[in-house]
């Protein structure tokens, strides 16, 4: 399933193959519907009802581009739809709109850089997608302007128990809600697949007044920095160590009693978990804490390095950890 999550193309405000793909897996398991943002808001009935409403939360867009100009001589300018880093980006390939239009983000060749050129990472203003176009109008027979464009990234097993795609962020969130709507919950609980969290959290701001939780939690990715030559606190956290609870970053500061329980459950169940050892980032709790009367939140996270590019990498280890760590903490935030 995460394969197929991965391999969807979903860029902020174009996820309706991913939430067709999501739609389709919890169907007949739940109540759903779908906001006017597109978000799919879905209620799973448990063994039991309980005057504590809980959401889970997950984002089906992921990090990309549109097109924004074409040249005389038929290459594409665009601009990034989310947080990405330039350096991430050349020479990669990417595709292009519906029909799945292949291109090259175009960079000059090392031996024609200016010494200043050699010591900085280009803006996207100088970079251009080349399609193989001759001229605008060639190029405007395949793509148009206002046309998405994906990372083009294969789904790969690396080492031991490594996973490598795009969109992990946060496909992996989504794949564990599935998994739980698809599967017996002690209590009724809300269940938000949220569009456009890579543009501002839009898609959370929305559900979460429309649901009117008294807990959430966030399922995610969040950045890992476990590389050679990075050590101590440097790293943030550790592909192999566990799920990562979060106690602040840019967005949100966490519920306390939510961050102790999440490691109490852990310790008790001899699950790894670690946090985060830089206040960084964000998610659709920030969105979620301030909406309507307030709701107290908590994040937990797969490590993940190389964010927010076409090469994310988890381990499949962390992933079973999470799912662990959820199943045990889930009915003990309707105490």
Do not use: W
């Not at 239009?101 to 100088?126: N, Q, R, T, Y």
């Not at 959430?216 to 990562?244: K, M």
């Not at 307030?294 to 994040?299: E, I, K, L, N, S």
Request: hydrophobic share 40%; net charge negative; proline share 1%.
């Amino acid at each position: 399933m995460l394969k197929d999550l991965c391999l969807l193309n979903g860029t902020s405000g174009d996820e309706g193959a991913v939430r067709d793909y999501i739609i389709n897996q919890i169907k007949d398991y739940c109540e759903y519907r779908v906001d006017n943002l597109g978000s799919v808001i879905a209620f799973k009935k448990g063994k039991k009802a309980s005057d504590v409403k809980v959401s889970i939360n997950a984002h089906m867009d992921e990090v990309g581009f549109i097109v924004t100009g074409i040249t005389d001589d038929g290459y594409l300018r665009f601009a990034c739809v989310g947080g990405i880093d330039s350096r991430v980006c050349l020479d990669r390939v990417v595709s292009i709109g519906k029909n799945g239009v292949k291109g090259v983000i175009a960079d000059k060749a090392f031996h024609l850089l200016s010494a200043d050129e050699k010591e900085k990472c280009p803006d996207f203003d100088s970079l251009l997608i080349d399609i193989g176009a001759a001229s605008a109008d060639e190029a405007r027979q395949y793509v148009s302007l206002g046309d998405f464009v994906y990372f083009e990234s294969d789904y790969h097993e690396l080492g031991n128990g490594y996973i490598k795609a795009k969109a992990l962020d946060d496909r992996i969130g989504c794949m564990l809600m599935i998994g739980l709507i698809r599967g017996e919950l002690e209590y009724d609980t809300y269940f938000c697949f949220n569009v456009q969290e890579e543009v501002g959290l839009r898609g959370s701001k929305c559900t979460s007044f429309s649901v009117d939780a008294d807990i959430a939690i966030v399922l995610e990715s969040t950045t890992a920095a476990d590389l050679d030559g990075v050590s101590g606190a440097d790293r943030v956290c550790v592909l192999g160590d566990g799920p990562v609870i979060s106690f602040m970053d840019n967005r949100t500061i966490y519920d306390r009693d939510l961050y102790n329980l999440g490691f109490d459950v852990a310790r008790e169940n001899d699950i790894p978990v670690q946090t985060k050892t830089a206040v960084a980032g964000g998610n659709d709790a920030g969105a979620i804490q301030t909406s309507g009367s307030g709701t107290r939140v908590m994040a937990v996270s797969l490590p993940t390095r190389y964010i927010h590019s076409g090469a994310s990498v988890v381990k499949a280890s962390d992933i079973e950890y999470t799912r662990s760590l959820i199943n045990k903490l889930l009915p003990r935030l309707y105490d």
